[in-house]
């Protein structure tokens, strides 16, 4: 619906030392990266026993409610709710986010043997659609959300020695 949404990318890299077994158990573990967002301030997931039996978690993913503070004009602040669903794959994490005013951002969390022994490199791509106005607002926001939980992962996963 060009020119009233647009779509842009967000790309958060990091090489760590450490294994990508660590990473894949923080990074896949959403109570790790949706709770400690310091911008989130609740996160409820859906309630599991008014969900289909049969889908899987890990499959098809699981919805979460999210309040997140966010900056006005005026220095003030408001919160706002969003969607997300959360599902684990092989070599990461699939994030689906639904907000106001028909924003959407598709994250991947991704991990990858780096080549180098002890290492792994660790990527964010966010894809962000949203209302033309607001787009700058939005990116923004992602930016800094998705460089705070790269810096998280590595803080939490990176070999001390």
Not at 15 to 22: E, F, I, V, Y
Not at 41 to 64: F, H, L, M, Q
Not at 135 to 158: Q, W
Request: with cysteine.
């Amino acid at each position: 619906m060009w020119p009233l949404y647009l779509t842009r990318e967000i790309h958060v890299q990091k090489r760590l030392s450490t294994s990508k077994n660590r990473v894949l158990s923080f990074i896949q573990d959403p109570e790790n990266i949706l709770r400690t967002n310091p911008i989130l301030t609740s996160v409820i997931p859906d309630d599991i026993n008014n969900s289909d039996v049969n889908a899987s978690p890990a499959k098809e993913g699981r919805w979460y409610t999210i309040v997140e503070i966010v900056p006005t004009l005026g220095g003030r602040e408001m919160s706002t709710k969003f969607r997300c669903r959360w599902t684990k794959v092989e070599d990461g994490v699939d994030m689906e986010v639904h907000a106001g005013l028909g924003t959407r951002l598709t994250t991947r969390l991704r991990v990858e043997e780096s080549g180098e022994e002890g290492k792994v490199d660790y990527s964010d791509v966010v894809k962000v659609q949203g209302l033309f106005l607001m787009m700058p607002f939005i990116v923004s926001r992602a930016t800094r959300s998705h460089t705070m939980l790269g810096e998280l992962v590595a803080e939490k996963v990176v070999n001390k020695d």
